[in-house]
Structures are given as structure tokens and as C-alpha cells.
């Protein structure tokens, strides 16, 4: 069955810390992985896009990798504030239309 | 405010009655999708339209379920006959283009509490 997973528990670090994100998938061939952030009671927010054929993509303090052989991505936030706290989503983009299909996040807490 | 609009924000409805929701998607996007939330999930694609076509439907969509987008403009998702099952958190986003790597804009969200 299709699915796409990510780390269930909470991630709590340390401000100033780099948060590390894993997304893994089983059964899709994405051309794109996007992720977004989501606050709570808050639509999700765009955040960075990837194609299956770019390794990394940097945006600012953000970096995503995507690996279509281990059928995963990474999403690190480098010098992380308490202002990122908040839930991260990846999305695959699969089929006609673009509509994304998302894994069930992962809450991310900075602390000071 | 030029991003996605959702309305009502919160709607709270007894078993059994019907339910509207309406989306102002951004004016020059042409794809416009729902999304379902519940709590702890991420969202889950429920339907999308492009202009005023809607190209397809997830299995998630029962035949309560009824979305339009007359004009290729606003849209509206209706739930008929709501069950507590119903609950959740209904998203809107919009895009632009027909190619695949453009992102999504979503709304705010129109949370649906069924008593």
C-alpha cells in the first residue's frame, strides 16, 4: 500500500539547534515533494519544492534533500528559533491536477 | 487581503443537517482543491476543480458530499445529512498553472464540529 511516513513523535530541541525532518514514502514515484508548515487551528503554508531529480534545495535558513532511492526527504532547519515551533508537513504531488497527498506531519518545539 | 478566503471560519451543527461552505480562492488561480483535516492526520484530498470543471473526486467524497465552482470562481462544498464522522477541519487551497511544480495556497479553514 502507498504510504508516506513521517517521525510520529514530537521533535523538541534547542534554540540555535539544527532540527532534522524525515519524510519516507513507499509506493509513489513523485516527481515533486513539497513541504509546508502548519500552525495550529491554521491552513498549511508553503514552504520549499523539490523535483526527483534536484538532490537539495536551500531557501534562506531551510534545506530539503530528497533521495527517490532510499525514497526519502530530509528537511533541516539550521539555526533554529522558537518562532519555527510549529507542525511540518511533506506533500507528494502525485497524479493529475497536483493535488498533494501529505504524510501526517511532525510537531517541531524550539526551546529557548 | 488577496490570499485564500474560507467562510465560515467555525460551524457547529446538529447530526442530521445540512452544511455550506464557501471558498474565495485567489483570483487568477485557475486549480482550486478541498482538503479534510482531523486532528493528529495531515490533510487528505477530498476533490479539485479546474476553471469551473471538476476533474476529479476522491473515494473519501460519499454522495452527501457536493462541491461546486460555478464560473471558475468561488466555491462551495456541501454536506448533506451530517454525521459526527463529518468532523473535521475543511481546507480550500488554489494554484496557479497546469504544471505540476507549483505550490498551493491554502485558507484558514472552515472547522466543522457535528453534535
Known amino acids: 500500500s502507498q504510504k508516506i511516513e513521517q517521525n510520529s513523535e514530537a521533535l523538541n530541541i534547542q534554540e540555535g539547534k539544527t532540527a532534522t525532518l524525515t519524510c519516507n514514502y513507499t509506493?509513489?514515484?513523485?516527481?515533486?515533494l513539497q513541504w509546508y508548515r502548519q500552525d495550529p487551528g491554521r491552513g498549511p503554508v508553503f514552504l520549499l519544492l523539490i523535483r526527483e531529480n534536484e538532490k537539495e534545495k536551500r531557501k534562506e535558513r531551510l534545506k530539503v534533500t530528497f533521495d527517490t532511492t532510499l525514497k526519502q526527504s530530509l528537511f533541516h532547519i539550521t539555526a533554529s528559533q522558537p518562532a519555527d515551533s510549529a507542525t511540518y508537513l511533506c506533500?507528494?504531488?502525485?497524479?493529475?491536477?497536483?493535488?498533494?497527498?501529505f504524510g501526517t506531519g511532525t510537531q517541531l518545539k524550539v526551546e529557548l | 487581503d488577496t490570499g485564500v478566503s474560507q467562510d465560515p471560519r467555525h460551524k457547529i451543527t446538529k447530526r442530521g443537517q445540512n452544511v455550506t461552505f464557501r471558498c474565495d480562492p485567489i483570483s487568477e488561480h485557475n486549480r482550486l482543491y478541498w482538503y479534510r483535516q482531523t486532528l493528529g492526520q495531515g490533510p487528505e484530498f477530498l476533490t479539485y476543480f479546474q476553471n469551473e470543471a471538476q476533474l476529479e473526486k476522491s473515494r473519501l467524497l460519499s454522495d452527501r458530499f457536493s462541491a461546486e465552482r460555478p464560473k471558475g470562481s468561488f466555491s462551495t462544498l456541501e454536506i448533506q445529512r451530517t454525521e459526527q464522522g463529518d468532523s473535521a477541519m475543511y481546507l480550500c487551497?488554489?494554484?496557479?498553472?497546469?504544471?505540476?511544480?507549483?505550490?498551493?495556497?491554502f485558507g484558514q479553514g472552515t472547522r466543522l464540529t457535528v453534535v
Open positions: 487551497a488554489s494554484s496557479l498553472g497546469h504544471k505540476m511544480n507549483t505550490e498551493a495556497f
Open positions: 509506493n509513489y514515484s513523485p516527481a515533486y
Open positions: 506533500a507528494l504531488t502525485t497524479g493529475g491536477g497536483n493535488k498533494l497527498t
